[in-house]
């Protein structure tokens, strides 16, 4: 589906986001422009794709997720959930939606450069965040994507009761596609099956940004790694624990780019263009692996030191960027 030209009018109204939705625990009247970008566009066409056949790009959405954003909404559904640090060593999740799609996914937050780069491993994504800094538009409006923010799609964002802006901004995902497009859309390169031979028992793993803090701690009895952030029991709003099936983590190069946020703090910029090493964490155990994207266009492939590709267990998956040593 081929994107359409944008034009910028200026900035975006409160009058945008003035309906009133209600939700299971997320609740409350929309208002505010829900971005930060200034950008009103014209909306694309609902629906997966343009000939109505519901098998289309997915749904990727950009969410907050410090402290004060939580819990989250609509993760559980969620096929991947890729895991970034940005500004001040705090973190952000993206949730990439195919085989199911929400009700509600918040709280949705802005884009960053790097997220230009993960997503061209889908076909024409529909990209759903709050907005971006002028400097990174013209990247955005470049991208084979389908970028859309409250501005784009009034109706399919609003402003949830019981917490502050910026972290109460949610979507609604049918306000974006008719239906989930299924899991030819996950071009992702990953493979589901048994598990690879040999591998490590561990009970639990933890992941260390400068200030967050990931910890997956194997449940036998329900088969998942139940998440923990920061130290805290990592739950949705319906009281459900996170518990993805496969957590990978893989070490990337993490640099400086040339955006920094308000505060002046540069924006990091992940680069998951390339090879390094990477940690497979399912059943119980830990494999050591390597991956390897070789152009953006490409998914990632992980492979064991013979080059055999290594099966994740069906169910979510959570990549998990960390800083190559």
Known sequence: MGRRMRRRRGAVTAALLAAVVVVPTVTGCTSGSGGDDGRVRSPEPTGSRADGSG?????????????????ATGLGAADVVYVEQVEGGLSRLMAVYATRLPETVGPVRSARESDLELLRQFDQPTFAFSGAQSRLMPLIDKAPLRAVTPGDAPDAFFRGAGRPAPHNLFLRPAGLLSSAPGTDALTTGFRYGPAPAGGTAETTRTVRYPAARFSFTWSESRHRWLVTMDG???VMTDGQRMAPATVVVQYVKVRESAFHDFRGSNSPYTETVGSGKAQVMRDGRVFDVAWKRPTAMDGTAFTTNDGAPV???RGQVWVVFAKAP
């Open 311 to 313: 099966n994740f267990a």
């Open 232 to 234: 805290r029991p990592a």
């Open 55 to 71: 098998h289309g790009p997915v749904l990727a959405v950009k969410i907050d997720n410090v402290p004060a954003a939580r819990p």
